[in-house]
């Protein structure tokens, strides 16, 4: 069965560095989204993407957060200078289609941990 | 989006059915019910979704009341593999093009007894 992977699985850098986390959604997927899970908290949104654009992005999503997708198999979430409070479980997720239709398929996770 | 309750816990014998229930009161018209869950800090995993009418799929059943103010999660056959922290999600569905954020509550931590 196809699932989303996420490299690495632990990241650990020091703060004010740039982190480049990484995502290989399903194969015929159009539709890519960043989650994170803050030790012991909800699962947050950050941002959706589609057609090479955001189509949605929240408050947590600031100007030190940027998405890519820069080959047809890869999907990037980098942070440009990480703060302690970006250490969290990240998570990519992935859906064929949109609307009623869209399940989101998520990936393993991958746990940042900022010094 | 519509809020859900959920109970914060629940335990379940090996081999019974689990039944876990989630109330969403202000749920409109066009705003589906879907069930994720999150086994020990992995990435969620869909389970099912729904309108109004009941739904099964090889995981689980959905019901949802007529009024669609509630509904219940049902997973048959429990084993300890479905220890799990389990969300009720409503959200409306989109337009074609616009890809829509799932916004995850506390959930229900299910432990699944032997």
């Known amino acids: 069965e196809p699932e989303v992977t996420q490299t690495p699985s632990h990241q650990v850098t020091q703060m004010g560095q740039e982190v480049i986390l990484r995502c290989v959604p399903i194969?015929?997927?159009?539709?890519f989204y960043w989650y994170r899970q803050i030790l012991g908290q909800k699962v947050e949104f950050l941002v959706s993407f589609y057609n090479n654009e955001i189509s949605e992005k929240s408050e947590i999503f600031d100007d030190q957060f940027s998405v890519e997708r820069p080959d047809g198999s890869n999907f990037t979430l980098k942070i440009r200078s990480t703060k302690l409070e970006d250490s969290a479980m990240y998570f990519c997720a992935s859906s064929r289609l949109a609307g009623v239709k869209d399940t989101q398929y998520f990936g393993p996770g991958t746990r940042l941990t900022v010094l | 989006d519509a809020k859900t309750t959920q109970p914060p816990s629940m335990d379940c014998a090996e081999g019974r059915a689990a039944n876990l229930p989630c109330n969403h009161s202000t749920i409109s018209g066009n705003e589906y019910v879907y069930w994720y869950r999150q086994i020990h800090s992995q990435g969620p995993q869909y389970i099912i979704h729904?309108?109004?009418n009941n739904e099964t799929n090889e995981m689980a059943s959905l019901i949802i009341t007529e009024d669609r103010k509630s509904s219940t999660l049902i997973l048959p056959h429990a084993t300890l593999r479905d220890t799990a922290v389990y969300y009720c999600i409503v959200s409306p569905p989109k337009h074609s093009g616009s890809a829509r954020q799932l916004t995850f509550g506390s959930g229900t931590q299910l432990t699944v007894l032997p």
């Open positions: 194969s015929n997927h159009l539709y």
């Open positions: 729904g309108l109004k």
